[in-house]
Each structure stands twice: as C-alpha cells, then as structure tokens.
Nanobody, 124 residues
Framework: QVQLVESGGGLVPAGGSLRLSCAAS????????MGWFRQAPGKERGEREF????????AYADSVKGRFTISRDNAKNTMYLQMNSLKPEDTAVYYC?????????????????WGQGTQVTVSS
C-alpha cells in the first residue's frame, strides 16, 4: 500500500524560500519516477499543474526553472522541492505524486499515487 505524505508548506514573503518534503512508504522507492504538482486556490483536483519531476533525469515547468530544484534521497525514501525566489503566483496546494514506472512524465494522468497536499502561501 503506497503512501505519500507532504510537509514543509507555510506562509512566506515574496522572495523567500521553502523546502517541501515528500515521504514515501509501501513500495520500492527507487523504481518510481516522482513529481510535484500544484493547484491554485479555488481550482479542482483535475486542474493540478505540473511543477517538476525526477527519475534518472529531471524536468521542470517553465514557470519555475531557475528557482525550484527537485531532488530525492533514496536511502530515506524522501523527495524534496527546494523553492527559492518565491512569487505570489506560486501560491497553491502542492501535491507529491509517484508513478509505477521510472520514466519522467509531465502529465498528471501518468501518475498513480498522490499525497494529501501541503499549502504554500506567498504574500506580496
């Protein structure tokens, strides 16, 4: 039984930084590509947008390139998203996701498991 649990969200001023964590359990962590998606306030689950993903390589949404860094610690079964130079438009619920294959994908339909989300609010 796969479980993904996000943490690290909070309130931060524009220009600040946060690091999100996603702790995984119930599966062989190294065999899964993992990623981060986000959902802006008022949007439904189906409107979650791609942020970043990691496997043997990494991928980023254009809106976060140069500001966010995705990483993973296989020994700890944990994935991270370091977010720097945060902007008010980054405000969203951030979701951890995993898929049953190692290839990085950008479409939310390619991911099989989801965490509960963690709120990130960037004030102006």
């Amino acid at each position: 039984q796969v479980q993904l649990v996000e943490s690290g969200g909070g309130l931060v001023p524009a220009g600040g930084s946060l690091r999100l964590s996603c702790a995984a359990s119930g599966y062989t962590f190294t065999n899964y590509a993992m990623g981060w998606f986000r959902q802006a306030p008022g949007k439904e689950r189906g409107e979650r947008e791609f942020v970043a993903a990691i496997s043997w390589n990494t991928a980023y949404a254009d809106s976060v390139k140069g500001r966010f860094t995705i990483s993973r610690d296989n020994a700890k079964n944990t994935m991270y998203l370091q977010m720097n130079s945060l902007k008010p438009e980054d405000t969203a619920v951030y979701y951890c996701a995993a898929r049953r294959f190692p290839r990085v994908e950008r479409r939310k339909s390619d991911y099989d498991y989801w965490g509960q989300g963690t709120q990130v609010t960037v004030s102006s």
